[in-house]
């Protein structure tokens, strides 16, 4: 096993707490840092695994960066709508030289849903009884229509099943 810094220690551990996996940890230290480590080693620096040896220091990072990672949605360039449609302008652009002019079509069509909102939750579609109408829900005003339209299907359940029956 290779001799680590504690920079190195850091580094796995924080690459654990977001989720990475073993084998792109090894990966990234051979390119990085030039050396070999095992899964075994890493393991050691995994709070989640039985053959956890890091001690209490370890599991504080570890606990830290995990929170974060899970908490910071704005450190994930994705999450970002300016990012997403450079992602997509890129693709077009590549489609558009090789000539595939249906994959341009549907990056397109793409552009156009993340520009008009259509891929988030902003507007929620409602339809009721007097049509199709959008307006912005909290989570309770949510889950109120969610148990209201269950409710609605039980009882259109229960109605076609006595009607079924008589």
């Known amino acids: 096993m290779a001799n680590l810094t504690e920079e190195q220690k850091t580094s796995i551990v924080s690459m654990l707490a977001c989720f990475r996996k073993p084998s792109e940890i090894i990966r990234c230290f051979q390119l990085e840092f030039g050396i070999t480590i ?35 949605v704005s450190a994930v360039p994705i999450a970002h709508q300016a990012y997403r449609l450079s992602l997509l302008q890129e693709g077009v652009e590549m489609a558009k ?35 199709p109408s959008t307006r912005d829900f909290s989570l309770k005003d949510r ?20 009607e079924a029956v008589h």
Do not use: M, S
């Open 38 to 72: 095992n899964h075994k080693q890493i393991g050691r620096y995994d709070p989640t695994r039985p053959y956890f040896a890091g001690g209490k220091k370890w599991r504080a990072i570890f606990a830290v960066r995990r929170e974060t990672y899970l908490c910071d």
């Open 143 to 162: 889950q109120a229509a969610l148990a209201e339209i269950i409710g609605r299907t039980k009882v259109a359940l229960r109605e076609r099943d006595e």
């Open 97 to 131: 030289r090789a000539g595939n002019w249906k994959l341009v079509a549907k990056l397109a069509e793409q552009a156009a849903k993340e520009v008009g909102g259509v891929l988030t939750n902003r507007n929620n579609l409602n339809v009721d009884e007097h049509g």
